[in-house]
């Protein structure tokens, strides 16, 4: 089976857009996003672009602001205490990755907790591993879990997952989710020893590693749901560029239960989840 990551974030959207009509209806309150782009990176404009379009077609406020590629930390400091004390901004993200002088934990440490929309901030990644309510949680993950229950159903007790990556933004907070629900969770990483055989324990399998075709079907316990987390652009056969994940689909695919794609799996949740951050945000902001 394959898990539709396209048609999932199309249903999330649907919700959301009910709740932004609810939440006008209601409080009064619309609530707002602005994403901060620095540099000209061309996969970032794509990603800045649809994460504007969508949430505006779910009813809610969207700026950009794009800033040249030579903008200094504290140039970009100064406009993140703008939108910080702005009261109609719910929501506040910082497109990575950024320029190499710019250090990216403290431009994330520079927004308000609350408007940190892709829940990156210390202080959300604290409310999430002592599994405080109040957390906004990073959207990647929060897709992952979502589609994971699309084919397992609410109940994922006792399951094992294994998570191959260790990141900020995706392994850690990803494996903390999965043991909210009640998961047995193994983190693996680069300098795991003999991976195939931790992963062949997996009845869920995350691949966070950012290596194309890097996860073998040797290596998936048949049966296994498998969330591939990777965007990888290699050239085909032809010299032609595409997208592929971490998870060498074609023959994974074979042996596992189910399977989501890349494109149109994980990715777009991501923005989704990101509508539904800016939601909770204005709730707690507004
Ligand atoms: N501040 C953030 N920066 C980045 C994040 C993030 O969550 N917050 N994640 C990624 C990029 N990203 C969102 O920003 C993102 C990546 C991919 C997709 C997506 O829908 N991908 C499509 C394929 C699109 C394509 O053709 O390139 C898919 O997988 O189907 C959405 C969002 C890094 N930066």
Known sequence: MIID?????????????????????????????????????????????????????????????????DTSEAQLLAVLQQLNNDDAVHGILVQLPLPKHIDESVIIAAITPNKDVDGFHAMNSGRLLNGEPGALVPCTPQGCIMLTKKHLGEDLSGLHAVVIGRSNIVGKPVALLL????????????????????????????????RAHFVQASWIKPGATIIDVGINRIEDENGKAKLVGDVDFANVAAVCGAITPVPGGVGPMTIACLLKNTVAAARLNG
Do not use: F, W
């Open 5 to 69: 990551g396209k048609q999932a974030a199309a249903d999330l959207r649907k919700i959301l857009t009910i709740e932004v009509a609810q939440l006008k209806k209601d409080k009064g309150v619309v609530p707002g996003l602005t994403v901060v782009l620095v540099g000209e990176d061309p996969a970032s404009e794509v990603y800045v672009r649809n994460k504007v379009k969508q949430t505006r077609e779910v009813g809610m406020i969207s700026n950009e602001i794009k800033l040249p590629n």
């Open 179 to 210: 043991l909210q629900e009640n998961c047995t969770v193994t983190i693996a990483h680069s300098r795991t020893k003999n991976l195939a055989e931790v992963c062949q324990q997996a009845d869920i399998l995350i691949a966070a590693v950012g």
